[in-house]
C-alpha cells in the first residue's frame, strides 16, 4: 500500500478496492510486516536478536536462532495472543479510520463475523494505538483551551441527589480538558477528576508551550494562566470577539458527543480516556489519506500490552495499555 505524496493529496479507498488489495491472510501479514518492521529486520520479542528464520509453526511463522523462541508480527504488540486473523485486524483499521463518528463493537461483530465480546475487546486494543506519544513536543499556539462532560444526567436522578446538585454543575459526569492548536489543527484531551486551577494549569502546561497564547472561556479558573491568556465571555453570552473563541476545541466536542449519542450510547468512565484518545487520534490524522491513516495506526499497535485481564480490572485506575 503506497503512501500519499502529502497531507495536501487525500487518497481514499473503498471497500471493493480494499478486498482486491488484501485478498487473503497472506496478503494482511506482508502489509503488517512492512508497517511494524520496516527496515525488513525480524527482531526477536524475546531476546531482540535478528537471526530468525521461517518455519511451518501454524500461528508463529518465526523462530529466533538465538533464543529458539516462536513468534509473529502479533508478537509484542496489542494484538499479541489474539486467534483473530490479521486480515481482520485490518478491516478493523480500515472501519475505525473511516468512520469519523467512531465504530460500535455490535457493527465490528456483524461486518467481521466475530461475537460481540471479542469485538469490544478488538476496539479497545485499536483505541490504544490511538493514544499516540507527542514526545515532548509542546503546542506553539495559539490555543483553545476547554472542558466537557460526560455521564449521567440529573433528571435520571433520584429526587435526594437532584436536591444535592443543584448549584454544583455537571454531577455523575466525567470530566475532560482538551486544547486545540490553531496553527496545527492537532487537539489533545485527558479525563481529569478536577477542574479547579491546579488541574488546568498542569494540563496546559503539559501540552502548550510558555510562548503560545491562550483562549478560554471566562472560568476563573482559567485567570491565572502565566501565559498570554484571552477569554470570551460565555457567562455573558459572548462566544467570538475578533479571534478571541474557543468555536475549534468546542468542534471537537461536538463530534464526540454525536458520536456518544449516536454510535455508543454510553462512555463507561474507566474506559473513557481510550475513546477520548480514539477521537483525538483520528482527528489529529484526518488530513492524511485513508492508506496512511491506516498504516500510522497499525504503528501504534506495536510495543504495547493490554490483555483481557487487564481491561476489565476493577481497580478504578485504568489508565490504558503498558507500553
Known amino acids: ?109 456483524r461486518d467481521l463475523g466475530i461475537t460481540q465480546k471479542t469485538a469490544w475487546f478488538m476496539q479497545q486494543r485499536i483505541r490504544e494505538a490511538f493514544a499516540q506519544k507527542r514526545g515532548g513536543r509542546l503546542f506553539g499556539g495559539p490555543v483553545e483551551v476547554d472542558e466537557a462532560y460526560f455521564g449521567g444526567r440529573k433528571h435520571n436522578m433520584s429526587n435526594t441527589k437532584r436536591k444535592l446538585a443543584r448549584g454544583r454543575g455537571p454531577t455523575d459526569k466525567a470530566a475532560v480538558v482538551g486544547v486545540k492548536d490553531r496553527t496545527s489543527n492537532e487537539v489533545a484531551a485527558e479525563v481529569v477528576k478536577r477542574t479547579d486551577a491546579a488541574t488546568l494549569h498542569g494540563f ?31 457567562s455573558a453570552s459572548e462566544y467570538v470577539r475578533g479571534e478571541v473563541h474557543t468555536n475549534g476545541v468546542e468542534s471537537f466536542w461536538s463530534m464526540l458527543k454525536r458520536a456518544h449519542k449516536g454510535t455508543f450510547h454510553k462512555f463507561s468512565s474507566k474506559h473513557l480516556q481510550r475513546y477520548i484518545n480514539e477521537f483525538a487520534g483520528r482527528h489529529n490524522i484526518r488530513d492524511f489519506d485513508t492508506p496512511q491513516q491506516m498504516a500510522i495506526l497499525a504503528k501504534g499497535l506495536g510495543g504495547k500490552v493490554l490483555s483481557y485481564k487487564m481491561l476489565i480490572a476493577d481497580n478504578g485506575l485504568d489508565s490504558g495499555a503498558r507500553t
Open 204 to 234: 496546559v502546561a503539559k501540552h502548550v508551550d510558555t510562548s503560545a497564547t491562550v483562549f478560554t472561556d471566562d472560568a476563573s479558573t482559567y485567570r491565572s494562566l502565566p501565559n498570554r491568556h484571552y477569554s470570551v465571555r460565555h
Open 1 to 109: 500500500m503506497k503512501s500519499a505524496p502529502g497531507k495536501n493529496h487525500r487518497e481514499g479507498i473503498t471497500l471493493l478496492d480494499l478486498a482486491k488489495k488484501f485478498p487473503n491472510e497472506t496478503a494482511a501479514r506482508e502489509w503488517f510486516e512492512e508497517i511494524l518492521w520496516p527496515n525488513g529486520v525480524r527482531r526477536c520479542p524475546s531476546c531482540n536478536g535478528t537471526s530468525s528464520y521461517e518455519c511451518a509453526h501454524a500461528k508463529m511463522p518465526y523462530r529466533c536462532r538465538d533464543c529458539g523462541k516462536y513468534f509473529s508480527v502479533k508478537t509484542a504488540t496489542v494484538m499479541a495472543g489474539s486467534p483473530i486473523p490479521l486480515l481482520k485486524w485490518l478491516y478493523a483499521i480500515y472501519l475505525d479510520v473511516t468512520s469519523l463518528k467512531g465504530v460500535s463493537s455490535m457493527k465490528l461483530h
